[in-house]
């Protein structure tokens, strides 16, 4: 059972209404690792089975090897299993076994394509004029682009159809200025709803506490774990579960220590930041949130001799919002999102400072 999250579970289940009443779409989720995407969907997926509608599901694969159009051959393939044999072609025809029978020449490569999508996207109005259709495509920041040329293809014929595609993808990792997802998800953005994940409340975290402890929290702990996390629920969850591991009650179990799932996470994170960034963070990491400037440029006493280049800090206020990376990945990792995009903060003027030895 979820906590919070009811407008996006609202809207969830209205797109699935429509959608089962003829008037289908796309609507995306968007948010950080951990913010409760997958579970969003799950949620959606377990209504749209409540009213009657047929559910698949694709996941976009991380590492290398996957095959073009892999988060859609595991959902044309789910339904070719399910019955129907015009399954079958669509699928020859994503993993390209048509052209390979063929063995002559079927166009050029954009008139392939075009077929391609053609092909799958009337498959999926078809099946789901035979009874409503529910896709969700997870983690779509791994997609291959051809998975997502399709998805934008298919968006733009669902209003008048019975099928809902759920897509997935954490933000942070598509707004990164090169990633090759990021400009067909900003098209993608035209057609669909976007519904994009904020971190929970402290109250909500509080609730969240409760479930994973069986126990109440006092305020002051639900704070400082809402501080650590901000609001993340995943990072709440690991560190409930680490209060809970201490065996007392909540009002004596401490809040210290970062939960190794959630180190994961960060370290991820932090490995696709240049590293004059992670430097600084470095730095701030042990200053606190909030802070002037001068205390992240000033030389720190252990630091060997180095040079600190910081693209981005404001000139004023002379202070700059950098969270504990040891306590919280996500503010953390949007000030240095910043950072790497060239997007300034109000105010932002390049800045460099020297760390004599
Ligand atoms: N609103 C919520 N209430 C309770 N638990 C939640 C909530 N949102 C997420 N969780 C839990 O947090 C964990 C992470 O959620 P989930 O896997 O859905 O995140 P995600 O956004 O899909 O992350 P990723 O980008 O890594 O796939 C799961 O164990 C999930 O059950
Ligand atoms: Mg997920």
């Not at 050029?108 to 109005?125: G, K, L, Q, W």
């Not at 006092?218 to 680490?242: C, M, S, Y």
């Not at 600084?280 to 001068?294: E, H, N, Q």
């Not at 206020?317 to 950072?339: E, K, L």
């Amino acid at each position: 059972m979820l906590v919070g999250r009811r407008l996006a579970i609202g809207a969830l289940r209205s797109a699935v209404d429509g959608a089962v009443g003829g008037a289908g779409g796309v609507v995306l989720l968007a948010g950080e690792a951990g913010m409760g995407k997958t579970a969003l969907a799950s949620e959606a997926v377990a209504y749209a089975k409540a009213r009657g509608a047929e559910t698949m599901w694709g996941t976009c694969w991380e590492g290398d090897g996957a095959p073009g159009f892999w988060p859609w051959i595991q959902v044309v393939r789910a339904l070719a299993t399910e019955g129907g044999d015009a399954g079958e072609g669509v699928l020859a025809e994503l993993t390209g076994v048509t052209e390979e029978r063929g063995g002559g020449v079927l166009g050029d490569e954009s008139a392939i394509r075009f077929r391609t999508y053609d092909m799958a996207s009337t498959y999926v109005r078809r099946r789901a004029a035979q009874r409503p259709l529910v896709v969700v495509l997870d983690d779509l920041h791994w997609a291959d682009v051809s998975s997502l040329r399709l998805l934008v293809f298919l968006a733009r014929q669902l209003h008048d159809t019975a099928a809902l595609v759920i897509g997935t993808y954490r933000d942070v990792e598509v707004m990164v200025s090169d990633h090759p997802a990021r400009p067909l998800l900003a098209e993608l953005a035209g057609q669909a709803e976007l519904i994009r994940l904020p971190g929970l409340t402290a109250d909500e975290v509080g609730e969240l506490i409760e479930k994973v402890c069986g126990e109440r929290p006092q305020a002051p702990l639900i704070q400082a774990v809402h501080d650590r996390t901000a609001g993340n629920p995943f990072f709440a969850q690991q560190i409930a579960r680490l209060l809970a591991a201490q065996g007392v009650p909540l009002d004596r179990a401490l809040v210290a220590g970062v939960p190794p799932a959630v180190g994961d996470v960060v370290a991820r994170r932090l490995a696709r930041l240049p590293g004059t960034v992670v430097d600084l963070l470095a730095v701030a990491s042990v200053v606190g949130r909030r802070f002037p400037i001068a205390t992240v440029a000033a030389p720190p006493a252990h630091q060997p001799r180095r040079r600190c280049r910081s693209p981005t800090v404001p000139s004023a206020p002379p202070s700059w919002s950098v969270t504990n990376p040891a306590t919280s990945g996500s503010a953390m990792i949007c000030s240095a999102r910043s950072s790497t995009t060239g997007c300034r903060p109000p105010g932002g003027r390049r800045f460099t400072s020297r760390w004599p030895g």
